[in-house]
């Protein structure tokens, strides 16, 4: 099995998603020169409307809001795709790895699993967080640490399924070892199931951090989506919510939205079930 790149991308909805996270994967890169200020710097009057120096107004102290948007761009994606990747390796490694050497190691990582699946991840993060009072890359850590069962158990289920397979029993007849059968014969044929849990946990990343820097669990110097919200809502009777509130809250929901449009481009291209029915894919993408 293998990914193909470029009938996800071509999907009316993948591409869609895909060009929604390039915008905000561009913004993020450049926030340092697309920004007009630093996003900690106290540049105007307190609730100055949106103008041509501030194009998106300012705070309650004076802050470039616009500043403030484009650097939390690279907290979210940075815990996002930091969180993904750290959680599919390690459900790589515990779930491929265990399957394939089987009897103890398997019925121990099946446990392990069981186990963690109980654990509610919001509450596990928020009381991790709370203690840790996190950066950007702890709290990705923290977060992969709750996420990495769902790559885990779905890789377990490949790997049970590939090496009962006549290829890889023939292969290990003539004495290929588990790293070489796991790396040339198991690893590319889970690629694709890999990719669906980076798309979806990267999604639930950059969820889970607006809302733990919503409620107020997050590094206090890290600009947030999530933080802005929060300080927003307590001037909902000004109008600064307009330019405030609304901004920071329209880029967590096209962030989430984009990912979610990929992964379901990238289930509609790999799933044969769905590709016989295009009329369920043209539905989506209008």
């Known amino acids: 099995m293998h990914i193909r790149y470029k009938a996800t991308i071509t999907n009316g909805a993948g591409r869609r998603g895909f060009f929604v996270l390039c915008f905000w994967g561009a913004a993020a890169l450049a926030a340092p020169w697309l920004a007009p200020h630093a996003p900690d710097a106290y540049v105007g009057k307190a609730f100055s409307s949106p103008s041509l120096q501030h194009w998106f107004g300012t705070n309650d102290v004076g802050q470039d809001i616009l500043s403030q948007l484009l650097f939390s761009a690279r907290t979210s994606l940075i815990v996002a795709l930091s969180a993904a990747g750290l ?20 019925r121990t990582a099946a446990r392990l699993i069981d186990i963690w699946l109980v654990i509610p991840p919001i509450l596990g993060a928020m009381l991790a967080a709370a203690y840790l009072r996190p950066s950007p890359v702890l709290l990705a850590v923290i977060l992969a640490a709750f996420f990495w069962t769902n790559s885990a158990r779905l890789v377990r289920a490949q790997t049970l399924a590939l090496k009962e397979s006549d290829k890889i029993a023939a292969v290990r007849a003539i004495g290929a070892g588990p790293v070489y059968v796991f790396r040339r014969h198991i690893l590319p044929e889970v690629w694709p199931v890999l990719w669906a849990t980076i798309i979806h ?72 079930r769905l590709a016989a029915h295009p009329e369920v894919s043209d539905a989506a993408d209008r």
């Open 87 to 106: 959680a599919n390796a390690a459900g790589l490694v515990i779930g491929g790895g265990c399957a394939l050497l089987g009897d103890r190691a398997d």
């Open 201 to 272: 946990d990267a999604r639930r990343a950059v969820f889970m951090e607006a809302g733990l820097a919503f409620l107020g669990i997050c590094d206090p110097t890290a600009p947030s989506w999530g933080r802005m919200i929060q300080q927003a809502l307590a001037f909902t009777y000004l109008d600064a919510w307009r330019w405030w509130l609304v901004p920071a809250g329209l880029a967590v929901s096209t962030v989430v939205v984009a990912f979610s449009l990929v992964g379901y481009a990238l289930e509609t291209v790999q799933n044969p």
